[in-house]
Nanobody, 113 residues
Framework: QVHLVESGGGLVQPGGSLRLSCVTS????????MNWYRQVPGKARELVAA????????IYADSVKGRFTMSRDNAKNTVYLQMNSLKPEDTAVYYC??????RGQGTQVTVSS
């Protein structure tokens, strides 16, 4: 059974940092690219970052370039999203996603003073 479980969200002040984690099981994690999405109620889902199966290449949405870093540990079946210099507009539910396999339940990130 496929599982993706995000953690690390919370309330943070503007300019702060959070590190999201997504622990996975039930599929060939090392053979799968991974994505982080975010969604705000009433808005379309946004692809925040993506990483290749080996972790050699990443892409980022323009809105987060230079502030967010996606990484993975294939030995731990885990993907991460380091978020720095957070802004109120980063407030959303963040999901990790394994293309064509599944996604997690999400973790809420709220950036507010």
């Amino acid at each position: 059974q496929v599982h993706l479980v995000e953690s690390g969200g919370g309330l943070v002040q503007p300019g702060g940092s959070l590190r999201l984690s997504c622990v996975t099981s039930g599929f060939n994690f090392g053979g799968s690219a991974m994505n982080w999405y975010r969604q705000v109620p009433g808005k379309a889902r946004e692809l925040v970052a993506a990483i290749t199966s080996t972790g050699d290449n990443t892409i980022y949405a323009d809105s987060v370039k230079g502030r967010f870093t996606m990484s993975r540990d294939n030995a731990k079946n885990t993907v991460y999203l380091q978020m720095n210099s957070l802004k109120p507009e980063d407030t959303a539910v963040y999901y990790c996603d394994a293309p064509r396999i599944g996604r997690g339940q999400g973790t809420q990130v709220t950036v507010s003073s």
